[in-house]
């Protein structure tokens, strides 16, 4: 299993900035292998989508709406992730949620909500 706790989502207005940060942990958390950790988002009424995504050689992949506005991060040890989200839009509001896959699975955190006001 993999357990994933969330941090940072909250509430800001046009133009300004959050860090979502996510942790790792349990008995399929691997380090020796290929594993991608990252963050999609739903907004209500909508698909779940992806906003990017990091492996294990700290390789990111982004969605077209946060390349250039969000950076995505993994530490050394790869079991963090963080996204350092600037320039927020309104359309960024979304309930925010981190995963974690690797070749036993694919696991999903609680979610944080992020709110953007005009």
């Known amino acids: 299993q993999v357990q994933l706790v969330e941090s940072g989502g909250g509430s800001v207005q046009t133009g300004g900035s959050l860090r979502l940060s996510c942790v790792a942990s349990?008995?399929?958390?691997?380090?020796?292998?290929?594993?991608?950790m990252g963050w999609y988002r739903q907004a209500p009424g909508e698909q779940r989508e992806l906003v990017a995504v990091?492996?294990?050689?700290?390789?990111?992949n982004y969605a077209d709406s946060a390349r250039g506005r969000f950076t995505i991060s993994r530490d050394n040890s790869l079991t963090t992730v963080n996204l350092q989200m600037n320039s927020l839009e309104p359309e960024d509001t979304a309930v925010y949620y981190c995963?974690?896959?690797?070749?036993?699975?694919?696991?999903w955190g609680q979610g944080t909500q992020v709110t953007v006001s005009s």
């Open positions: 349990g008995n399929n958390v691997l380090t020796n292998t290929w594993s991608t």
């Open positions: 990091v492996d294990n050689k700290q390789t990111a």
């Open positions: 995963t974690y896959q690797s070749y036993a699975g694919v696991w």
